[in-house]
């Protein structure tokens, strides 16, 4: 199962999940990485839930 969003190949720090969400939804990328880290600072499990979406992103092209 994937889902339609492909990961970034040009803007990425480790694996281009936040970069590819941050292209397909026009969000300005470092301010997706800040509030990701926020975000995971909380129970939210960020780790985890990155890890899930870089397994269902698409591969870059």
Request: hydrophobic share 50%; charged share 15%.
């Given at each position: 199962?994937?889902?339609?969003?492909?990961?970034?190949?040009?803007?990425?720090?480790?694996?281009?999940?936040?970069?590819?969400?941050?292209?397909?939804?026009?969000?300005?990328?470092?301010?997706a990485?800040?509030?990701?880290?926020?975000?995971?600072?909380?129970?939210?499990p960020?780790?985890?839930?990155?890890?899930?979406?870089?397994?269902?992103?698409?591969?870059?092209?």
């Amino acid at each position: 199962m994937h889902i339609p969003i492909k990961r970034s190949y040009s803007d990425k720090v480790f694996a281009g999940v936040i970069g590819g969400l941050s292209e397909h939804f026009h969000w300005n990328p470092t301010i997706a990485r800040v509030l990701w880290v926020i975000v995971s600072l909380t129970p939210f499990p960020g780790i985890i839930g990155y890890l899930v979406l870089w397994m269902l992103m698409e591969n870059p092209d």
